[in-house]
């Protein structure tokens, strides 16, 4: 007879976090909302004095060149993306009406999920959608606009050879609404789509191969028949390509406000839990149906950066499981990079100063570069 002896099977080895190389530094006092890459240009975008910019520099932070994207009228520059040609698009909210500088908002900031990456104010002078495109191998922007019936703020964008998508959030009488429109080629818009009446925002979309689209944000009210869960739920919304909404997955932690605030093609998203005063980032690599097929929630503050199916960054204010590391003294940026089936398969952070985390980006000429804050400067990193 045969008997099998159990062995001892030997704890996984704990993965060591490696060190974000520092490539380059930028002396920047403007709002950089975020950035994109193209060729091998880094595009900044934000806002400067109640005007838009887009400021393209090389990897060793050279200015290449500067532009104003609206000089005459006040606008805010919040999104961006670059198409397979190389052409620039850049999406944000500007006023047609008004050739002065904007004033001071008088309304309370247009955040009601606290959504972490929403700026801290709402001009109400932003009734109409902007659109920039700034065609490959020229400095030159081209405004296409949609005049809106209320403040709108664009948070999201995505493109294919078919089409533009943006969704944000517009004012309501209630509060806001989510915000949904899409624009060809041409820059011709649609009629847009409002999800919500009173609390409801949307943050990032991607579009499908039919036509479809998947938008996410979060919403404290009910939607598509499916009432709140927590005091504030992420939302996955499917809208179809007649431009209606055909499904809404609500998340499902009572008492606790929850959003999504990215969400890469793959269907990688990534958002924040809080519960009393304990905040966590959460990352769920989703099905094309909306299931889960993994997740994590990780100690952490502030927004979290989805790409692809494999990576996400976010702050981290404590020690994870999987990794070598001690807890950090103070909440650090950690990129983390995930196999297939949802396991931890590599891990990079950084020791400089970091206050804010700007964005995380691919392309074949750069490689992975994410890019953070200091109170004076943009720090660009690639992986070690």
């Known amino acids: 007879m045969l008997v099998a002896t159990p062995t001892a099977?030997?704890?996984?080895?704990?993965?060591?976090?490696?060190?974000?190389?520092?490539?380059?530094?930028?002396?920047?006092?403007?709002?950089?909302?975020?950035?994109?890459?193209?060729?091998r240009s880094i595009i900044l975008f934000g806002t400067a004095m109640n005007r838009s910019f887009v400021r393209a520099v090389d990897l060793n932070a050279q200015e290449l060149?500067?532009?104003?994207?609206?000089?005459?009228?006040?606008?805010?520059?919040?999104?961006?993306?670059?198409?397979?040609?190389?052409?620039?698009?850049?999406?944000?909210?500007?006023?047609?009406?008004?050739?002065?500088?904007?004033?001071?908002?008088?309304?309370s900031p247009l955040n009601p999920d606290g959504v972490v990456n929403i700026p801290n104010s709402f001009n109400p002078a932003l009734d109409a959608v902007a659109l920039w495109k700034i065609p490959v191998g020229t400095t030159t922007a081209i405004l296409y606009s949609a005049v809106q019936s209320a403040p709108v703020l664009i948070t999201g964008i995505a493109l294919d050879k078919n089409g533009i998508s943006l969704v944000g959030l517009t004012q309501s009488i209630k509060g806001s609404s989510g915000f949904v429109i899409n624009a060809n080629t041409a820059g011709e818009f649609s009629k847009p789509l409002l999800i919500g009446t009173s609390s409801t925002t949307l943050d990032a979309v991607v579009r499908h191969d039919d036509a479809t689209l998947t938008v996410v944000g979060a919403s404290g009210e009910s939607?598509?028949?499916?009432?709140?869960?927590?005091?504030?739920?992420?939302?996955?919304?499917?809208?179809?390509?007649?431009?209606?909404?055909?499904?809404?997955?609500?998340?499902?932690?009572?008492?606790?406000?929850?959003?999504?605030?990215?969400?890469s093609p793959k269907l990688l998203l990534g958002g924040d839990v809080i519960t009393g005063a304990k905040i966590e980032s959460a990352v769920t690599k989703f099905s094309s149906s909306y299931a889960p097929l993994w997740t994590y929630r990780f100690s952490s503050t502030g927004p979290v950066f989805t790409l692809g199916s494999t990576y996400a960054l976010f702050f981290s204010t404590a020690a994870i499981t999987q990794l070598s590391n001690k807890a950090p003294q103070k909440p650090a940026p950690i990129l983390l990079a995930f196999d297939a089936k949802g396991l931890i398969t590599k891990a990079?952070?950084?020791?400089?100063?970091?206050?804010n985390i700007i964005g995380l980006s691919t392309n074949k000429e750069l490689g992975i570069i994410c890019m953070t804050s200091s109170p004076d400067s943009l720090s660009i990193f690639v992986l070690g």
């Open 348 to 355: 990079f952070s950084t020791s400089v100063e970091v206050r």
């Open 223 to 263: 939607l598509g028949g499916k009432k709140t869960v927590g005091t504030v739920d992420g939302v996955i919304i499917k809208i179809s390509k007649s431009n209606t909404v055909q499904s809404v997955v609500r998340s499902s932690a009572p008492k606790a406000q929850r959003n999504w605030s990215s969400a």
């Open 65 to 107: 060149w500067r532009i104003a994207l609206e000089p005459n009228s006040p606008s805010i520059a919040t999104t961006g993306a670059v198409d397979s040609a190389g052409n620039i698009w850049i999406a944000g909210s500007t006023s047609l009406l008004r050739s002065t500088i904007a004033p001071t908002p008088t309304s």
């Open 9 to 39: 099977s030997a704890a996984p080895k704990k993965i060591e976090v490696k060190a974000l190389k520092l490539v380059a530094m930028i002396s920047s006092k403007d709002d950089v909302a975020g950035f994109v890459l193209s060729a």
